[in-house]
């Protein structure tokens, strides 16, 4: 696609529900990452996917946050058993190979946890 | 390890007036260098970047910024504040096989 998509736009969850956020990259983009961003804060890394090499993880705050991504396409971010500190926006983006283009983002995912 | 700090969260300046707003860095090995710009309830918007070529990077909206390595500084300038300019502004940092790292952002207040 022309941008890098994510669904759903706003999602509202109770505590201790599953939830799944979804990233469509643009086409061709080889690496996809997943940003946190709660109110009035930076972006937190969360992952990062590269091709087919194995992601970095290193961002990922608890193992109730997992992501994966198939190929060079789509890519889902789940968090079990929500909490309410997982309130935030979750922001996707997707680059070529070649890091000197920077990323693209998308408009991000607002998760609310009541 | 590396890191990205920008100085001042909030930066207020009249319409027509300079903007500056400060990014510093710390890395290891020569990295690459980007400002974006966050528009209220929108995804961030690549303004410009630094990627070892010239040091004085031009970008969108009339933003640029110098990359000063004595001084591992990254800061980004504009002659004339807009009202469209309000909006929070992101420095971020590149390592070879790492994601990009993201200073806490700055939000720019334009007012007339």
């Known amino acids: 696609g022309a941008g890098v998509s994510q669904s759903p736009s706003n999602k509202v969850t109770e505590k201790g529900k599953d939830v799944e956020l979804r990233c469509d990259p643009i086409s061709g983009h080889t690496a996809l990452y997943w940003y946190r961003q709660r109110l009035g804060q930076g972006l937190e890394f969360l992952i990062y996917?590269?091709?087919?090499?194995?992601?970095?993880k290193s961002g990922l705050p608890s193992d109730r946050f997992s992501a994966e991504r198939t190929g060079e396409s789509v890519s889902t971010l789940t968090i079990q058993r929500t909490q309410q500190e997982d309130s935030a926006v979750y922001l996707c983006?997707?680059?070529?190979?070649?890091?000197?283009?920077?990323?693209?983002f998308g408009s991000g995912t607002r998760l609310t946890v009541v | 390890a590396q890191s990205v700090t920008q100085l001042g969260s909030h930066v207020s300046v009249s319409e027509g007036a300079l903007v500056l707003l400060r990014c510093n860095y710390s890395?290891?090995?020569?990295?690459?260098l980007f400002w974006y710009v966050q528009y209220p309830n929108q995804g961030l918007q690549l303004l410009l970047k630094y990627t070892s070529a010239a040091t004085l990077v031009k970008g969108i909206n009339g933003f640029e910024a110098e990359f000063k390595k004595s001084e591992t500084s990254f800061h980004l300038t504009k002659p004339s504040a807009h009202m469209s300019d309000a909006a929070e502004y992101f420095c971020a940092l590149n390592q070879a096989g790492t994601a990009l790292i993201f200073g806490k952002g700055t939000t720019l207040s334009v007012s007339s």
């Open positions: 983006a997707s680059s070529p190979a070649d890091r000197n283009y920077g990323y693209t």
């Open positions: 890395s290891s090995v020569p990295p690459y």
């Open positions: 996917f590269q091709g087919n090499s194995a992601p970095d």
